[in-house]
C-alpha cells in the first residue's frame, strides 16, 4: 500500500484527498446532535473545527506551500474535537440506555439483513 503523497510530486492529489475527507467530517457534530449523544453547543464547536481544517485544506490545494498549515490543523482537530465531545456529552439514564439498545439491535438486525443479502453468512449480535 503506497501514500498518496509518495506517488504525488505536485501534492494536488493529496490536497484534494484531504479537502474531500474534510467536507466528510463536516456532519459529524450535527449528526452527533441528532442522535442525542452531545449537547448543542458541541455541533457547533465542532463545525466550526471542521471549517477551519477544510479552510487549510483548501488553501492547501490553492497553494501547495501551505500544506504546513493543513498538516498543523490535523493534528489539532482531532484532540480538540474529542475534548469538545467529552465536555459537552449528555450522560446516560436508564431511558437513554434503554434507546442506544434498541437502536443497538436495530443496526444489528440490518448488518445481518445486508449480509444475508449479498450472500454472507454471519451471526451479527450486540455484545452484552
Excluded at 467536507?23 to 448543542?40: H, R, S, T
Excluded at 481544517?53 to 489539532?76: I, N
Excluded at 443496526?107 to 449479498?118: D, F, M, N, R, V
Aim: overall charge positive; hydrophobic content about 45%; aromatic content about 10%.
Amino acid at each position: 500500500y503506497r501514500m498518496i503523497s509518495l506517488v504525488d510530486t505536485t501534492g494536488r492529489r493529496t490536497a484534494a484527498c484531504a479537502l474531500r475527507n474534510c467536507v466528510y467530517l463536516l456532519p459529524l457534530g450535527p449528526i452527533a446532535l441528532a442522535a442525542g449523544v452531545v449537547e448543542w453547543p458541541f455541533a457547533l464547536e465542532a463545525t466550526a473545527l471542521t471549517t477551519y481544517f477544510t479552510y487549510a485544506s483548501m488553501q492547501f490545494l490553492k497553494e501547495p506551500s501551505a500544506a504546513r498549515t493543513c498538516f498543523r490543523a490535523s493534528l489539532l482537530y482531532l484532540p480538540l474535537f474529542m475534548a469538545a465531545m467529552v465536555v459537552h456529552r449528555i450522560p446516560q439514564t436508564e431511558d437513554t440506555k434503554a434507546t442506544a439498545d434498541v437502536l443497538l439491535q436495530r443496526a444489528c438486525a440490518s448488518l445481518q439483513y445486508c449480509s444475508t443479502l449479498l450472500g454472507i453468512t454471519t451471526d451479527v449480535k450486540p455484545v452484552e
